[in-house]
């Protein structure tokens, strides 16, 4: 029985000569981004911005979220976001600050408690000032630092520091676009978006490594061979694995945008931008070329292994 060949495994595409196009484009994207980020800024959530939360139950199975909407919608408060938990009809409601400060907030709670009416049953009643949303916003970028460092100290001791270098400047590069493209396009900057950014930082990370993995055992294998050879080689080598890798989280990411619904649209489109179409690229057209400038060779990775004694298993590989 033939097995089924997503990549024929004759595949030889020279990636490597793309270099030349993908890191200016990569630049002036990174430019672009830092921009609007800078000029537009992010557009906050109700996690970062403070509001009012309320979770509710409708008994006997008599939830219907269009009512709900529609009723919170009549009331023009701004920013409502209701997401139905568990499956008995509970709902969780969160609403935009409002000004007027404590008395405003708590006048928002009296005039949704009248809209629904009183056969809904209140379970929680919260209202997020600002101070706690600051907290959580410095909470969350120092969640995503310590993430970075914690992948650069991993790589500095799994790889060569060329190596770690090359997947944290890769790992920098989907951030920064990723952020760009949420203040670009406006999309709410909330918890959920902190957990896309870490989703899409181990997800490009995941993928950087199976190439490098194989780019390292390349280097050991074929001394005499060029780098961009070499490169390309181990790129495509490992190209099958990074389709079917790819075809799947974007279909599943793609389910999750069109019938996830509002709760979790703002994760969906972030987690469908950074790891389909900014870590995927990164992968193959920056980390992998970022070598040959960082100054990884067969000549360089020769001379360590001289450096550091014998090594039977490249001895054997290479004969």
Do not use: C
Not at 205 to 215: Q, S
Request: charged share 20%; hydrophobic share 50%; aromatic share 10%.
């Amino acid at each position: 029985m033939r097995l089924l060949r997503i990549v024929p495994d004759d595949t030889n595409f020279d990636f490597m000569r793309f270099r030349r196009i993908s890191f200016p484009i990569s630049a002036v994207l990174s430019i672009v981004a830092l921009v609007a980020f800078l000029t537009l800024g992010l557009n906050f959530g109700i996690d970062f911005k403070g509001g009012t939360l309320l979770e509710v139950r409708y008994p006997n199975n008599t939830l219907n979220m269009a009512d709900v909407r529609g009723k919170l919608e009549a009331l023009n408060l701004g920013e409502v976001q209701i997401q139905e938990i568990g499956g008995d009809g509970e709902v969780l409601i969160r609403i935009a600050q409002q000004p007027g400060g404590e008395q405003a907030q708590q006048a928002v709670v009296g005039r949704v408690r009248a809209s629904l009416g009183d056969q809904v049953e209140y379970r929680r009643v919260e209202v997020v000032g600002p101070r706690v949303s600051q907290e959580l916003l410095s909470y969350g970028i120092i969640g995503l630092m310590l993430a970075v460092v914690a992948i650069l100290i991993y790589l500095w001791f799994r790889f060569e520091w060329q190596f770690a270098l090359g997947a944290s400047i890769a790992n920098f590069h989907d951030i920064v676009l990723t952020i760009g493209f949420m203040a670009i396009f406006r999309i709410d900057f909330d918890l959920t978006s902190v957990a896309a950014l870490l989703t899409i930082l181990g997800y490009s990370l995941n993928d950087t490594i199976v190439i490098y993995d194989r780019i390292r055992e390349m280097l050991r294998r074929y001394k005499k061979m060029p780098t961009d050879e070499l490169l390309n080689h181990s790129v495509n080598s490992t190209l099958s694995r990074s389709v079917i890798t790819h075809v799947t989280v974007t279909l599943a990411l793609f389910a999750l945008v069109l019938f996830g619904g509002r709760a979790i649209h703002s994760f969906s489109v972030t987690m469908l931008f950074g790891v389909v179409l900014v870590g995927t690229y990164t992968s193959i057209f920056i980390a992998s070329p970022l070598l040959i400038y960082l100054g990884v060779t067969t000549r360089t990775m020769e001379a360590k292994a001289e450096a550091s004694g014998p090594n039977p298993k490249a001895e054997r590989a290479t004969t």
